[in-house]
């Protein structure tokens, strides 16, 4: 077994899981300055991310665009059942149900990735991964609320949200098989391409082009996309699928959920929410989880 570590590692999943949790500002942004949907925000962040990412790889590389037919299956289960499928499960259960239980169905994401990584890469399950599994879950339910305010769960709101977390994670195991096949930039173009064009068919384009145009003020918007595009989903998938070359699937799952914590820290900070002891207790849980996690592996390489 070819277990991976490395600081730099965790250092690029742990900022892109703060790049992801500033998703809120962007958000609440684009929708109170052109009035779109919440798919059509994934699809504009989306199509931003692929137009960077084509621009980068063929600066980097031009022959990166060149993948084997076999492995089409791979990038388009990278761009639609994860990327894609993701976003479009997590925002419609933000609309079925309220944030918190969305936020949380979301999260357990790193259940998914442990588990599929125990299948197909033969991960060890060690006491200090399950700990950490236990601990950043936990945190991520305190952060979240749920359970302190009013909810309307449905079977099928519950069942879209765990797909989202599914999608999610799924990212973490296509992504690794990915990159022992190709470099990071083209992985990252191709998901974020075929994700982009998927996304075209679920936005109601010509509302989202109207949209558009009866915006007053264009170059304030095209700022704000670009940077939703860049800050949203260049940066921190850039920084975790370099960061899934030195470190283990499931454990950058659950570094990944540092998100939660700098979403919630946002809210209270930008949008004056509230901030309750449970929302501390679980930001301090995902900070145990985290350094758990970094014990464990530092004592590993002094072994």
Same mark, same amino acid.
């Given at each position: 077994?070819?277990?991976?570590?490395?600081?730099?590692?965790?250092? !690029?999943?742990?900022?892109?899981?703060?790049?992801?949790?500033?998703?809120?500002?962007?958000?609440?942004?684009?929708?109170?300055?052109?009035?779109?949907?919440?798919?059509?925000i994934v699809s504009l962040r989306l199509t931003v991310a692929a137009v960077t990412f084509a621009l980068i790889l063929l600066r980097k590389d031009s022959q990166g665009f060149r993948i084997a037919l076999k492995d089409i299956p791979l990038f388009l289960g990278l761009g639609l059942g994860s990327v894609l499928f993701f976003a479009a499960c997590y925002f419609t259960a933000i609309q079925m149900m309220t944030l918190s239980i969305a936020a949380i169905l979301l999260y357990t994401s790193p259940i998914w990735v442990m588990l599929m990584s125990l299948l197909f890469f033969h991960e060890r399950m060690t006491k200090n991964k399950l700990l950490a599994l236990i601990i950043s879950f936990v945190g991520c339910v305190l952060v979240s609320g749920i359970g302190s305010g009013e909810s309307n769960v449905t079977a099928i709101g519950i069942l879209i949200g765990l797909g989202s977390g599914i999608g999610y994670g799924l990212y973490s195991i296509l992504g690794t098989i990915a990159l022992r096949r190709y470099s990071?930039?083209?992985?990252?173009?191709?998901?974020?391409m075929i994700a982009s064009v998927g996304s075209l068919f679920l936005c109601s384009l010509p509302d989202l082009l109207h949209k558009i145009a009866a915006c007053s003020v264009k170059?304030? !918007?095209?700022?704000?996309?670009?940077?939703?595009?860049?800050?949203?989903?260049?940066?921190?998938?850039?920084?975790?699928? !370099?960061?899934?070359?030195?470190?283990?699937?499931s454990r950058a799952a659950i570094l990944a959920t540092i998100e939660p914590m700098v979403a919630t820290l946002i809210g209270v900070v930008v949008f004056h929410e509230s901030m309750t002891l449970m929302s501390v207790v679980g930001v301090m849980c995902i900070i145990a989880a985290i350094v758990l996690l970094n014990l464990r592996f530092s004592q590993s390489n002094q072994n």
């Amino acid at each position: 077994m070819n277990t991976k570590h490395g600081t730099n590692g965790t250092l !690029l999943i742990i900022l892109a899981g703060i790049f992801w949790g500033s998703m809120g500002i962007f958000v609440r942004g684009l929708a109170a300055l052109a009035g779109f949907t919440s798919i059509q925000i994934v699809s504009l962040r989306l199509t931003v991310a692929a137009v960077t990412f084509a621009l980068i790889l063929l600066r980097k590389d031009s022959q990166g665009f060149r993948i084997a037919l076999k492995d089409i299956p791979l990038f388009l289960g990278l761009g639609l059942g994860s990327v894609l499928f993701f976003a479009a499960c997590y925002f419609t259960a933000i609309q079925m149900m309220t944030l918190s239980i969305a936020a949380i169905l979301l999260y357990t994401s790193p259940i998914w990735v442990m588990l599929m990584s125990l299948l197909f890469f033969h991960e060890r399950m060690t006491k200090n991964k399950l700990l950490a599994l236990i601990i950043s879950f936990v945190g991520c339910v305190l952060v979240s609320g749920i359970g302190s305010g009013e909810s309307n769960v449905t079977a099928i709101g519950i069942l879209i949200g765990l797909g989202s977390g599914i999608g999610y994670g799924l990212y973490s195991i296509l992504g690794t098989i990915a990159l022992r096949r190709y470099s990071t930039y083209t992985v990252t173009t191709y998901t974020f391409m075929i994700a982009s064009v998927g996304s075209l068919f679920l936005c109601s384009l010509p509302d989202l082009l109207h949209k558009i145009a009866a915006c007053s003020v264009k170059p304030h !918007l095209f700022v704000l996309i670009a940077l939703t595009g860049l800050v949203t989903a260049v940066i921190p998938f850039l920084c975790y699928t !370099l960061g899934l070359e030195q470190v283990d699937a499931s454990r950058a799952a659950i570094l990944a959920t540092i998100e939660p914590m700098v979403a919630t820290l946002i809210g209270v900070v930008v949008f004056h929410e509230s901030m309750t002891l449970m929302s501390v207790v679980g930001v301090m849980c995902i900070i145990a989880a985290i350094v758990l996690l970094n014990l464990r592996f530092s004592q590993s390489n002094q072994n």
